[in-house]
């Protein structure tokens, strides 16, 4: 059993002592790294993450009286109690937004979704750039439209996918694309999931490190970051504004010739992340699929570069740890995410991982920055009812 099952049942515990209510289920939803494709999601580009075994768990009870009430059992997590009115956008803040904003999509997306009793728990780190606002949006969609009566198949998971994404930008107001919510509710396990945002059409791609003797290392560096500071929003608002000055619909149709048009140095920059970024995945994938995924590592280092120099989000403490990962003897290492903050991911040989979360452990303390998390992951599945 997972950290996050365990930490479910004491989710359950808390409905019992303090709502006096049996849970109808548990349901569950991973967090994600992105193997590559950053910042071009919502351009309507392509980008290959996975899902993580590590997920956010609602216990979840249905209500007739239309109240919806929220706990977590992070103790810094206000409860929140309001009624199916009360969750739109500018009525809810903090860690219930997410929650009670995806309840409202939902809503607006034509189910009929009942008041609810929730409780949630996570191990997906907070502010780590591994998406644990996604696995909470996942989760909490689908167990509402379960309890609303809805057969879980294809076409709902579309439909939960676009009302997830619509709670974060409305409700939360972080302008984020679809990659996140997409992966947490379509992934498959062992697989990377190529995602096509423009049209959110997927394709699974089977990634084989245990069979090459690979393993992705993921590196915390205990820096938050937050997507609704506004530099998040800065970085979408140049890419549109590329957008409109190159007459495109979306700028992930640009092309190298279509970089050096722009006149503005940061908006040429953005351009050329998001073009250079688009070209990277598909060679990622084309080597993946060939069976050379141990080839990856120089796509995963020009990813960083880009994003350090072009787009501008990487921070003090990625450029260390992506650093001395890659001294250590990774094959390749990149900052994944939002930015400003949160994970690093680098590809090793398995038989290098102590080395090298020692070297970058070591590195961190070196520089005075505060001590990274390191852990290795393995793709999961999507999310799912537990019990």
Same mark, same amino acid.
């Given at each position: 059993?997972?950290?996050?099952?365990?930490?479910?049942?004491?989710?359950?515990?808390?409905?019992?002592?303090?709502?006096?209510?049996?849970?109808?289920?548990?349901?569950?939803?991973?967090?994600?790294?992105?193997?590559?494709?950053?910042?071009?999601?919502?351009?309507?580009?392509? @980008?290959?993450?996975?899902?993580?075994?590590?997920?956010?768990?609602?216990?979840?009870?249905?209500?007739?009286?239309? =109240?919806?009430?929220?706990?977590?059992?992070?103790?810094?997590?206000?409860?929140?109690?309001?009624?199916?009115?009360?969750?739109?956008?500018?009525? =809810?803040?903090?860690?219930?937004?997410?929650?009670?904003?995806?309840?409202?999509?939902?809503?607006?997306?034509?189910?009929?979704?009942?008041?609810?009793?929730?409780?949630?728990?996570?191990?997906?780190?907070?502010?780590?750039?591994?998406?644990?606002?996604?696995?909470?949006?996942?989760?909490?969609?689908?167990?509402?439209?379960?309890?609303?009566?809805?057969?879980?198949?294809?076409?709902?998971?579309?439909?939960?996918?676009?009302?997830?994404?619509?709670?974060?930008?409305?409700?939360?107001?972080?302008?984020?694309?679809?990659?996140?919510?997409?992966?947490?509710?379509?992934?498959?396990?062992?697989?990377?999931?190529?995602?096509?945002?423009?049209?959110?059409?997927?394709?699974?791609?089977?990634?084989?490190?245990? +069979?090459?003797?690979?393993?992705?290392?993921?590196?915390?560096?205990? =820096?938050?970051?937050?997507?609704?500071?506004?530099?998040?929003?800065?970085?979408?608002?140049? @890419?549109?504004?590329?957008?409109?000055?190159?007459?495109?619909?979306?700028?992930?149709?640009?092309?190298?010739?279509?970089?050096?048009?722009?006149?503005?140095?940061?908006?040429?920059?953005?351009?050329?992340?998001?073009?250079?970024?688009?070209?990277? =995945?598909?060679?990622?994938?084309?080597?993946?699929?060939?069976?050379?995924?141990?080839?990856?590592?120089?796509?995963?280092?020009?990813?960083?570069?880009?994003?350090?120099?072009?787009?501008?989000?990487?921070?003090?403490?990625?450029?260390?740890?992506?650093?001395?990962?890659?001294?250590?003897?990774?094959?390749?290492?990149?900052?994944?995410?939002?930015?400003?903050?949160?994970?690093?991911?680098?590809?090793?040989?398995?038989?290098?991982?102590?080395?090298?979360?020692?070297?970058?452990?070591?590195? @961190?303390?070196?520089?005075?920055?505060? +001590?990274?998390?390191?852990?290795?992951?393995?793709?999961?599945?999507?999310?799912?009812?537990?019990?």
């Amino acid at each position: 059993m997972s950290g996050a099952q365990e930490q479910a049942e004491l989710a359950v515990a808390e409905l019992l002592k303090a709502w006096d209510a049996e849970p109808d289920g548990v349901w569950a939803a991973p967090g994600r790294v992105n193997l590559i494709g950053e910042h071009v999601d919502y351009n309507g580009g392509r @980008c290959l993450p996975m899902a993580l075994t590590r997920v956010t768990a609602a216990a979840v009870r249905r209500r007739d009286d239309g =109240v919806v009430r929220l706990a977590s059992t992070d103790p810094d997590a206000p409860s929140f109690e309001g009624t199916l009115a009360d969750l739109g956008p500018g009525q =809810v803040s903090g860690w219930a937004a997410y929650a009670a904003g995806t309840l409202w999509a939902v809503q607006q997306a034509g189910v009929d979704v009942p008041g609810l009793d929730l409780a949630v728990s996570s191990d997906v780190p907070l502010g780590a750039g591994l998406s644990s606002s996604a696995s909470l949006e996942a989760a909490v969609a689908i167990a509402a439209a379960e309890l609303a009566g809805r057969t879980d198949d294809r076409d709902l998971r579309h439909l939960l996918i676009q009302a997830a994404i619509r709670a974060e930008n409305e409700v939360v107001g972080a302008g984020t694309g679809g990659m996140d919510q997409t992966v947490a509710l379509l992934a498959e396990e062992g697989s990377a999931l190529l995602v096509h945002t423009r049209d959110f059409r997927t394709e699974p791609v089977h990634l084989g490190l245990a +069979e090459a003797g690979l393993e992705l290392m993921v590196i915390d560096t205990r =820096v938050k970051h937050t997507l609704a500071d506004g530099q998040y929003a800065k970085r979408r608002a140049d @890419c549109d504004a590329a957008a409109r000055e190159l007459g495109l619909e979306w700028l992930s149709d640009a092309t190298p010739a279509d970089v050096e048009r722009l006149t503005d140095p940061r908006l040429r920059a953005r351009t050329r992340h998001v073009v250079t970024e688009n070209q990277r =995945v598909d060679a990622v994938v084309e080597l993946v699929r060939a069976g050379r995924v141990a080839e990856i590592g120089p796509l995963l280092d020009g990813s960083h570069a880009s994003l350090r120099d072009d787009y501008e989000v990487s921070a003090v403490e990625l450029d260390v740890v992506v650093e001395a990962a890659r001294e250590a003897g990774a094959l390749g290492a990149r900052m994944v995410g939002g930015g400003f903050g949160g994970s690093a991911i680098a590809l090793i040989r398995s038989s290098d991982a102590a080395a090298v979360g020692a070297a970058v452990v070591a590195a @961190c303390l070196d520089r005075s920055l505060t +001590e990274p998390g390191i852990l290795t992951v393995t793709s999961g599945p999507a999310a799912r009812r537990l019990s």
